[in-house]
């Protein structure tokens, strides 16, 4: 297993459509087959001893998507959490959501309020599901915050710092992601942690969500492992 293990991984899940299209299965078999990824992403990563996994799982853009799909992806949420909730308990998992959930169903919501309260107490890995979740608008958010004290006279322009948008955002009291993995062979952000990912390293894969196995995520941290992380400075190894 890789020597530096990071603190916080973020994975943009992708390639679930593909990998059913390939066999001539219906897209949400994807995404049915990548619930059992999401399963051990989770398991591998609280093995390898990262404290926070930040999972991308519904953005700000899949509204665009049929509807038929947003609704299986959504059950398919509830599914897994009603499922798999005592297993994460077992584990030490703490789930926690990011993202803007004043559009998320009832249905898919009860799941959502059920899993957050039974794992409140997890001392283990911390899981961050990301749904309705975009960077930008995270980020609009936390303007409009510090623009309010602004406007009450609360705080000064000039006496805004990085730490307080920071400290707005939905990964408040996570550290920045250090490694970021991305599957489906795409080499792009798509909005997620468009602020926290200033210095992470990044890890792209052609490999396909369903289709990542220990060995994938093995080799993603050994990428990470293997990274020198200046942050703009100078080596002094
Ligand atoms: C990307 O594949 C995947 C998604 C947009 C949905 C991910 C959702 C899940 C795995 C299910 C529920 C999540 C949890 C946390 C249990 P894609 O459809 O964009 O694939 P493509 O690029 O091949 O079309």
Known sequence: MAQNIPRHVGIIMDGNGRWAQRQGLLRTVGHRFGTETVQRAMEYMSRAGVSVLTLYAFSTENWKRPEKEIA???????EYLYKKT???????VRLNFIGDLS??????MKAVRYAVDE???????????ALNYGGRAEIVTAVRSLADDVARGRLRPEDITEDMISARLYTADDPDPDLIIRTGAETRLSNFLTWQSAYSELYFTPTL?????DSDFDAALEYYSSRDRRYGGLNNA
């Open 119 to 129: 794992l409140r107490n997890g001392s283990g890995l911390k899981v961050n599901i």
């Open 72 to 78: 299986t992806i959504m059950s398919l949420l509830s």
């Open 103 to 108: 559009r998320i169903p009832e249905e898919s």
């Open 86 to 92: 005592p297993e994460m308990r077992s584990s030490g």
């Open 209 to 213: 969500w369903p289709d990542m196995q």
